[in-house]
């Protein structure tokens, strides 16, 4: 079974400058989360999609992130414009349906994201 | 007061030792309790998942929650070098996918040969 895809792994850019980020979950996942994970510390929520729906997305900085799953499937997770704050891996994360039992998130490799 | 706290390390330990990963909580919502490894470069796996309090055992991996005290642990026995690696705790309200996960920091282990 293939994993959690993201693209690219690797970003630089300048203070200002635009960014985007791919993530295509497992097949069949209907839920897909994006994280934020800042040197030495953990993965933190920035919104979640069930289907092409938000869940939630509470702790994502609208004034400049946004997201957006088309068709249910992929996703894109964009940056503008970017501060040297949001240096840090973007973690992409899927899991299928549940109401009732735990569902086990699988993450991807991350996109490691340095603004300059 | 973060929702999770866990001691980052470093922690660096001979092959062969126990080791003991501990995370500390203050919401007392939190029912479902999960331990992920990440290696370096690599997104977070999933290791334990425990519900509620008690032992949870996995070969050489056991997962302890003490609700009553707001603190999970997991124990390594017969650690290798395999295992080297950053260990999140996490943690929900609630078990189904509307449950956000709260991380803790990560502590960073070393198991040297």
């Known amino acids: 079974e293939a994993g959690v895809a993201q693209s690219p792994r690797y970003k630089i850019i300048e203070k200002r400058q635009s960014v985007a980020f791919w993530c295509n979950p497992i097949?069949?996942?209907?839920?897909l989360y994006w994280y934020q994970q800042i040197l030495g510390q953990g993965p933190k929520l920035l919104i979640q999609f069930q289907n092409n729906g938000v869940v939630d997305d509470s702790q994502l900085p609208k004034d400049r992130f946004s997201a957006e799953r088309l068709k249910g499937v992929d996703s894109t997770l964009k940056i503008q414009p970017a501060k040297l704050e949001d240096s840090a891996v973007y973690l992409c994360a899927s899991s299928l349906i549940s109401s009732f039992s735990y569902n086990e998130q699988f993450f991807g490799p991350g996109t490691r994201l340095t603004v300059l | 007061q973060k929702e999770v706290e866990q001691d980052p390390g470093p922690l660096s330990v001979p092959e062969g030792a126990i080791v003991s990963l501990n995370c500390t909580y203050s919401n007392s919502a939190f029912q479902y309790f999960m331990w992920y490894r990440q290696y370096s470069r690599k997104g977070p796996e999933l290791l334990m998942y425990?519900?509620?309090?008690g032992n949870k055992e996995d070969g050489r991996f056991t997962a302890q929650v003490d609700k009553s005290s707001k603190y999970i642990s997991l124990f390594i026995r017969d650690s290798q070098p395999s295992d080297s690696a950053t260990y999140l705790c996490a943690m929900s309200d609630r078990g189904s996918t509307l449950g956000r996960l709260y991380f803790g920091r990560g502590t960073q282990l070393t198991v040297w040969p």
């Open positions: 425990t519900y509620s309090s």
């Open positions: 097949s069949g996942h209907a839920t």
